[in-house]
T-cell receptor, first 115, second 116 residues
Framework: AQTVTQSQPEMSVQEAETVTLSCTYD???????LFWYKQPPSRQMILVIR??????QNATENRFSVNFQKAAKSFSLKISDSQLGDAAMYFC????????????FGAGTRLTVKP | NAGVMQNPRHLVRRRGQEARLRCSPM?????VYWYRQLPEEGLKFMVY????????ESGMPKERFSAEFPKEGPSILRIQQVVRGDSAAYFC??????????????FGEGSRLTVL
């Protein structure tokens, strides 16, 4: 079974600074997807960024980028130029490319942005 | 294109009553997933359905919980004889057919169930 681990229950960052959220996962598969979802106080799950395992290049979406280390099974999220609106719970998620019956989530990291 | 629609957003039930949560997937999506989120926790998979079929219900409690996705109409998550431990946010997500799948799940805004 695949497991996703987020070892940082809480993180804080100063506005305009950079923060990195950690995520590791365990799988025996070679074909899979990794995601970071953001859950603000409204509780809506919002996709931040996606990475296909077969792609070596790290995904980037504006101020959000990932450091995908496939051999180490690590998938960290870097938020540059942090904004107050980035404050939320961030969930790392794994989904098999072969048997994508479900998406496995980590326990989440609560990010606080200080003005 | 409307997103995943869930209702009700908030539902209050007394112990022993039934709760019904509804989910309409995004247009063109035929796969529906239900997740439960307890306070301060991540989302836990419950069940995966396609139209008229339950594909995987390995995450759903064997008793009191059931789900369906009929040919017409929304997917329904039904909880019978609710207990206080059922209080949680229930999220529905949908995705495209496999093979056309970018892997992403599109989530609704969730239904918060409170059991008194």
């Amino acid at each position: 079974a695949q497991t996703v681990t987020q070892s940082q229950p809480e993180m804080s960052v100063q506005e305009a600074e950079t923060v990195t959220l950690s995520c590791t996962y365990d799988t025996s598969e070679s074909d899979y997807y990794l995601f970071w979802y953001k859950q603000p106080p409204s509780r809506q799950m919002i996709l931040v960024i996606r990475q296909e395992a077969y792609k070596q290049q790290n995904a980037t979406e504006n101020r959000f980028s990932v450091n995908f280390q496939k051999a180490a099974k690590s998938f960290s999220l870097k938020i540059s130029d942090s904004q107050l609106g980035d404050a939320a719970m961030y969930f790392c998620a794994y989904r098999s490319g072969r048997n994508n019956n479900d998406m496995r989530f980590g326990a989440g990291t609560r990010l606080t942005v200080k003005p | 294109n409307a997103g995943v629609m869930q209702n009700p957003r908030h539902l209050v039930r007394r112990r022993g009553q039934e709760a019904r949560l509804r989910c309409s997937p995004m247009k063109g999506h035929s796969h529906v997933y239900w997740y439960r989120q307890l306070p301060e926790e991540g989302l836990k998979f419950m069940v995966y359905l396609q139209k008229e079929n339950i594909i995987d219900e390995s995450g759903m409690p064997k008793e009191r919980f059931s789900a369906e996705f009929p040919k017409e109409g929304p997917s329904i998550l039904r909880i019978q004889q609710v207990v206080r431990g059922d209080s949680a946010a229930y999220f529905c997500a949908s995705s495209l057919l496999q093979g056309q799948n970018t892997g992403e799940l599109f989530f609704g805004e969730g239904s918060r169930l409170t059991v008194l």
